[in-house]
């Protein structure tokens, strides 16, 4: 795992957490969450829910709620 | 197979609802309205001699051979400018008739050459034809006619006799031929719309002339081929004509270049193709083409074009050609090791846009069921993938809502980020004539397009926006539609969420939503924004048509909600003139979508995750599936970078080239151990390829593509694959060799599995679309013909969804490093990246990329026209020539990139959608500096691209 993947992760999953963050507040990490489930692969699900375990350094706050919400890929 | 004969009717069709009966020699005859007498007895069977009609413009009445009798009328009128009336009696011959039309003809063939026998249109010439119908057996004022026949007479000078204009690579004007009947002029004006032919002259000395009496080639003239084909005789004529012959059999086949999809007819010579003559009933095209898919079809007979297989252990090594069997077995020992080694997601697939529905599904078939992951991606997922995932969101499908003719009854057009005249040229075409016949048009685009300004075609607004501020742009547009009470609320309550358009419309209405406070964001003025909007939510019928310069950005797909957004706002949808229309960019990018291309779908838009979708494809091919969503283009090559991703096969598409951020995709490339690619030409991407799989011509394979219009269409087989085999074939045999089994012995069967597991396929079948020509998706039970217009009654989602467009300004931004913002587009003549068009003619018109810079920003910089230019990003350097010029704004660069030595994506960035990683070729903050030439990366890419295009030599003859 290269730090620069990460990191270009850590930007995509704030440009999500940027639209979904518009939205709905009730909706919104929800929204996000379910957008990771459907279009990321488990590969890059599962870079981002380690770097949240560690502290989802860089991540927007609605980025990591919705992170969190997401199960562990098996 | 028969030569297809298309019956000329003479006048174009009457719309009208209401019907007149006449009679025509005594037999009774009922059409619409309007419609011409010439048209009505061609319809009756009756054909009235002519030469100046043809009924893809409008009547001219000029050559007097049309002339017909009505009982009770004086004189003899001219039978293609006479409307029908209720009960005239009309008859078609008569003595009377019969002299006029013989003199008319005698006048005509006393000032034109005899030489039909050695003529290229000889069985081809309306001229001959006519001479022939109106018995024409004597000339009484001779043959040697006083300036059309002879270059000298009597041995003087002829100064009126002008030699043949061979400027045009693809026809040839042989002005001698000329008989003055304005058809080519007239098609000019009324099918292209370009105004590039005029009749120079008065009288005897009336000749057809391209722009200012230029040669067709230096003139404005777009090489559309409109004026070849209403041509009735050898004036202007198809330079492989002359070199062949008359063709002798043709097939209905469509073009293999953009997203309009037009029909041809290929008329062939045995297995030569003579021409490609647009088909009349084409429903994209309606018997109009362009300068690519009418004569940039010789890519298929290029000397660069590789017919046999290669290999290599390494990327350094010179290519060996081998059997089809050693290539196959080859690749297939190499990826199964990768994937013993790596793992069973170490592999992938990218299928190809300009591939057919059935080669493309079969690629997507083999990843899913044979490499045993979803690993699969298209190249859409660099143009529209925001169209597939914004539309999908606001209406319930993947596809744009109307067909084209639709374009006929819109009032009001906006395009925003397309520009339909160079890449969708057909269709651009069409809506001119609609904008002729007084649409009003707004355009959104950072450069002056030519639809903001062209002959007989003036945009009402052109906003030039900065790059990258669509979505404030179209959020501002809303703002305007919501504040001034345009919103056609009876629309939303009855379609759409109704709670949803309530909170976008609060959001929408935040005062930092208006023009006024988004003009310096937008850089544009707040009142042309505000009277755009306007005209949109009240001039009728509205119409939006986009392109790339709505998706390639960091909020493509945003800005693909924010414009369905509008349309629902306005009511604008669900009727013919109104709707959301993507101009896709390949021929196939919405059928590859459709075919399950991307990593998270299967074929139909249907979730990978979704038990039931796939347990009806697991149960019909036999294996179990993977749930998760595979690897997108990008996460290959990020995979590939760490050593995870090693495998990838590669179907018609160039990603080298086509990728942004080429340094990082060559590094990828190169970190892989097997790359198959399976193409025409040795490509960028076979530079670092294992295998070389040659690949088929569209003019060598049976199938179908999808155009922008949903619209299915047959591309049928005219010659033997130089090859040995259709690009589907050879997927099935490396498939096979997987120890897959499968069978198809016609890409119809595969459309049959299509339609069997695809619910808006269910009704499409070869057989079907032999019979109807074409039809348009969802095509199943509840719509057995197709669906021209989508959403008529309700959405496909049910409810239409408002979704929330904030505005988050790109992370490419502009600074003293990187001052000006590069955006990047296509031209007429060539088509992506060019793999096609620069192995034909169609290079003379655009042999280079060039940089557009706006003459403030030139002479900041000491730039002239033509100087060499260095041009800097954050993620590399690359130099190419300036065109110094004011359709640019200042601050803006702009370029093409259809020339690989341009390396226009070396210079864009990693950037991306938010929701499909679509890239965003569109914004670049870049530096320009003047240069003396090329820059070491393009040097040793040169170099690079030199070496690893090495053959070896002929094998051994004892082998």
């Given at each position: ?10 930007k ?12 709905k ?50 | ?37 010439m ?17 893809s ?11 017909i ?11 293609c ?44 010439c ?18 040697d ?6 270059a ?45 032919l ?76 003579v ?54 077995d ?20 990218i ?79 069409r ?28 945009s009402?607004y ?50 930092e ?47 693909v ?53 796939r ?49 990082h ?23 670092y ?34 090859n ?23 890409p ?28 348009q ?17 309700g ?5 239409g ?25 296509r ?133």
């Amino acid at each position: 795992m290269s730090h620069n993947s990460v990191e270009k992760l850590v930007k995509m999953a704030n440009q999500i957490g940027a639209f979904f963050g518009a939205q709905k507040a009730s909706q919104s990490a929800a929204g996000m969450a379910e957008h990771l489930m459907k279009f990321w692969d488990p590969r890059m699900r599962a870079l981002i829910i380690e770097h949240v375990a560690h502290g989802g350094t860089g991540l927007d706050p609605i980025a990591l709620e919705a992170v969190k919400k997401l199960p562990p890929v098996k | 197979m028969t030569l297809i004969k298309e019956t000329d009717y003479g006048t174009p069709e009457s719309k009208s609802e209401k019907m007149i009966t006449l009679t025509i020699d005594g037999k009774s005859v009922t059409v619409p309205e309007g419609t011409s007498i010439m048209r009505a007895a061609m319809e009756s069977g009756t054909e009235i001699p002519k030469l100046c009609a043809t009924d893809s413009i409008k009547a001219f009445g000029s050559c007097r051979l049309c002339v017909i009798e009505v009982e009770g009328r004086f004189g003899t009128p001219a039978s293609c400018t006479t409307p029908v009336a209720p009960g005239i009696s009309v008859k078609t011959q008569t003595p009377r008739l019969a002299a006029i039309r013989k003199g008319v003809m005698e006048l005509y063939i006393s000032d034109h050459p005899l030489d039909c026998l050695t003529c290229a249109a000889n069985g081809d010439c309306e001229l001959q034809d006519m001479a022939g119908a109106v018995g024409l057996r004597d000339v009484r004022y001779g043959y040697d006619g006083a300036n059309h026949v002879f270059a000298r007479n009597s041995g003087e000078a002829n100064f009126d006799w002008k030699p043949k204009d061979e400027s045009n690579p693809y026809f040839s004007y042989d002005p001698s031929k000329c008989i003055v009947c304005n058809r080519c002029v007239r098609a000019c004006e009324e099918v292209q719309g370009t105004f590039a032919l005029t009749i120079s002259g008065r009288g005897f000395d009336s000749r057809v002339s391209a722009g200012m009496d230029e040669a067709f080639f230096e003139s404005e003239c777009v090489s559309c081929g409109a004026c070849v084909q209403a041509c009735p005789t050898a004036t202007l004529t198809e330079k492989s004509v002359i070199a062949i012959g008359q063709p002798e059999h043709s097939e209905v086949t469509t073009c293999a270049y953009c997203g309009v999809g037009c029909t041809f007819k290929a008329e062939m010579r045995g297995e030569e193709v003579v021409r490609l003559v647009p088909w009349k009933d084409g429903k994209a095209n309606h018997g109009h083409s362009c300068i690519k898919g009418r004569f940039a079809y010789g890519y298929a007979h290029h000397g660069d074009r590789i017919t046999e297989p290669m290999i290599r252990e390494t990327i350094d090594q010179p290519w060996r050609v081998v059997s089809w069997d050693e290539a196959l077995d080859f690749a297939t020992s190499r990826m199964k090791a990768v994937q013993e080694k790596y793992g069973r997601n170490s592999i992938g697939a990218i299928s190809s846009s300009r591939c057919t529905n059935e080669e493309t599904y079969l690629v997507q078939k083999l990843v899913r069921a044979g490499y045993g992951n979803n690993n699969i991606d298209t190249c859409a997922r660099v143009c529209h993938s925001p169209t597939g995932y914004g539309l999908n969101q606001a209406f319930g499908t993947s596809a744009g809502t109307q067909d084209f003719d639709s374009v006929d009854d819109a009032d009001v057009i906006l395009v925003i980020g397309a520009n339909p005249t160079d890449a969708h040229p057909v269709f651009g075409s069409r809506m001119k004539k609609r904008l002729r016949e007084g649409a009003k048009l707004i355009v959104i685009d950072p450069r002056r397009i030519d639809l903001v300004r062209s002959p007989h075609i003036q945009s009402d607004y052109h906003l030039p926006l900065k790059p990258g501020t669509n979505v404030a742009m179209v959020t501002a547009l809303a703002h305007v539609i919501v504040m001034e009470g345009l919103a056609n609320e009876t629309f939303i309550r009855s379609r759409c969420d109704w709670e949803e358009y309530q909170d976008w419309a609060t959001f929408v209405s935040r005062p930092e939503n208006s023009p006024e406070a988004l003009a310096a964001t937008l850089g544009v003025s707040a009142a042309d924004v505000r009277g755009a909007a306007r005209l949109y939510a009240t001039g009728g019928n509205a119409a939006i048509y986009y392109g790339l310069g709505v998706t390639e950005h960091a909020q493509g797909s945003t800005a693909v909600m924010g414009i369905a957004n509008l349309a629902m706002a306005t009511g604008n949808l669900g009727r013919r003139g109104v709707g959301v229309n993507p101009l896709r960019g390949q021929n196939n990018v919405q059928g590859s979508c459709d075919m399950g291309s991307f990593p998270h779908e299967l074929p139909g838009y249907q979730h990978i995750s979704g038990d039931k979708a796939r347990a009806v494809f697991e149960e019909d091919w036999g294996v179990k599936l993977d749930r998760e969503p595979g690897l997108r283009i990008p996460s290959m090559f990020d995979s590939a970078i760490e050593g995870l991703f090693k495998g990838l096969y590669v179907q018609g598409e160039d990603i080298l080239q086509s990728d942004p951020d080429t340094r990082h995709v060559s590094a990828a490339l190169a970190n892989m151990e097997c790359v198959i690619v399976q193409d025409l030409f040795l490509v960028e991407t076979a530079n670092y390829a294992h295998v070389f799989l040659p690949g088929a011509t569209f003019l060598e394979k049976d199938g179908t593509f999808t155009n922008a219009e949903r619209r299915i269409q047959r591309i049928r087989k005219v010659m033997s694959p130089k090859n040995g085999y259709g690009d589907w074939e050879i997927t099935q045999l490396l498939a096979n060799r997987l120890g897959m089994n499968w069978t198809y012995t016609n890409p119809s069967e595969i459309m049959d599995e299509i339609a069997r597991l695809t619910p808006s396929f269910s009704g499409v079948s070869f057989e079907k679309l032999d019979r109807d020509g074409s039809v348009q998706w969802p095509c199943n039970d509840e719509a057995p013909n197709g669906m021209p217009i989508m959403h008529v009654e309700g959405f496909a989602r049910g409810k239409g969804k408002f979704v929330i467009t904030e505005y988050v300004p790109t992370d490419e931004k502009v600074g003293p490093r990187f001052p000006l913002l590069l955006t990047t587009g296509r031209i007429l003549s060539q088509y992506n990246v060019g793999a096609q068009t620069r192995r034909t003619e169609n290079s003379r018109w655009h042999e280079e990329d060039l940089l557009e810079i706006h003459p403030h920003d030139a002479e900041e910089r000491g730039v002239h026209d033509g100087d060499w230019l260095k041009v800097q990003s954050r993620a590399g350097e690359t130099t190419l020539r300036a065109k110094v010029t004011d359709r640019v704004a200042p601050g803006v660069v702009y370029t093409t990139f259809h020339h690989p030595m341009t390396q226009a994506n070396v210079i864009t960035t990693d950037n991306s959608d938010w929701a499909t990683n679509c890239p965003e070729y569109k914004v670049t903050a870049v530096q320009i500096s003047t240069s003396n030439g090329p820059t070491e990366w393009q040097e040793r890419y040169r170099e690079l691209s030199e070496t690893s295009r090495r053959i070896a030599g002929a094998v051994d003859a004892a082998e």
